[in-house]
Each structure stands twice: as structure tokens, then as C-alpha cells.
């Protein structure tokens, strides 16, 4: 396993790969101490990301000074992921940019509303955030719902308003018109 750590509009993110593709990303909020440490624990050495990365680290950054990427063609390593969770991801994966989802609604389309929970275990769980794009799954009636990265669901209404959706107020904030 290689890595990378790159500075974007959104702040510093990092990358781990191995020959199949993109193993992990880590969204910007860790202090860099704290990444290196991470990265080290799982035993990737900082590397020169070869062409089909760089072309990676390329778009993520064009998506943090919002402009419209696609990721469909990103190699992914999903080794080790359990098989629900990959169920979940390749649903994900269909979802576009400015479009949304609820865990319910990706429940009823594994066949079970009942595996909301787990739904959203899945996307907590998630080791390639932005790539697969768990930030699109809302709760019911369009709440934003958690969001494991750095910074939580405030992290989750940035990405989305870079894609055009809005999730108004945050809960317990008033918007004020002085």
C-alpha cells in the first residue's frame, strides 16, 4: 500500500492505494501529525503517485474549488469490505452529483426497509468517502443525518453545497435577518 497527502481548497486530504486502485481517503480535518500516524498504522509508505492517481488527486482538488468531477471510472481496492457494505457502495455509486438519497430508500432497494441501520453502518464505515459518495445519503425528510469525517455533518453540507444541494438550517440554528 502506497499514500499521499495533498493540500486542496477544503484543506489537506490524503490517499492510499494499492495496485487495483484507491484503497482510502481521508477527508481534510485531521491534523497532519495525526494523518501521518493513521497512515503509518496501516502500513502505507508515502509514495509519488503514479499517473492513474495523479489523475485522482487532480479531480479531487477541481471538486474542492467546485467544479464538476466525476469519479464513475476510479479504480477501487474494496478488499476486506464486507459484502453489504459493497451492496451499499455499488448503489451509491449510481448516485450523481446534486442528487440525493435516504438510508430507507437504499434499504428498500436491498429489499429490506428494516436495514436502515445498517445502512447507515455501512456508510460510517466507508473507506473511500468523496470517491464513494456517502455524503449523499440523507435521513428521512431530507435531514443530513451523521457523517463519520472530520468536522461530522457540517463537513457532509460543505460537499453537498459544492454539488448544489442544500439541507437549509442546520438543527438548533436560527437564521437571523437583522
Not at 43 to 62: K, Y
Not at 128 to 153: D, E, K, Q
Request: proline content about 6%.
Amino acid at each position: 500500500m502506497y499514500s499521499t497527502t495533498f493540500n486542496t481548497a477544503l484543506g489537506e486530504f490524503a490517499l492510499i492505494w494499492t495496485d487495483q486502485g484507491i484503497r482510502r481517503v481521508f477527508l481534510p480535518g485531521n491534523e497532519a501529525i495525526a494523518l501521518e500516524h493513521r497512515l503509518a498504522q496501516l502500513g502505507a509508505q508515502r509514495s509519488e503517485p503514479p499517473r492513474v492517481i495523479s489523475a485522482v488527486l487532480d479531480r479531487i482538488e477541481d471538486y474542492a474549488e467546485g467544479e464538476v468531477v466525476d469519479f464513475a471510472d476510479v479504480p477501487l481496492d474494496l478488499d476486506g469490505v464486507p459484502a453489504f457494505h459493497r451492496r451499499c457502495y455499488d448503489i451509491l455509486l449510481t448516485i450523481s452529483r446534486g442528487a440525493t438519497t435516504t438510508y430507507g430508500d437504499m434499504a428498500r432497494q436491498l429489499g429490506d426497509v428494516g436495514l436502515s441501520r445498517a445502512v447507515g453502518q455501512a456508510m460510517g464505515a466507508n473507506p473511500i468517502p468523496l470517491i464513494i459518495p456517502c455524503h449523499r445519503v440523507l435521513a428521512a425528510r431530507g435531514g443530513a443525518g451523521g457523517f463519520s469525517a472530520p468536522g461530522g455533518t457540517a463537513t457532509k453540507r460543505v460537499m453537498l453545497a459544492l454539488e448544489g444541494v442544500s439541507l437549509g438550517t442546520p438543527p438548533g440554528q436560527m437564521q437571523f435577518a437583522f
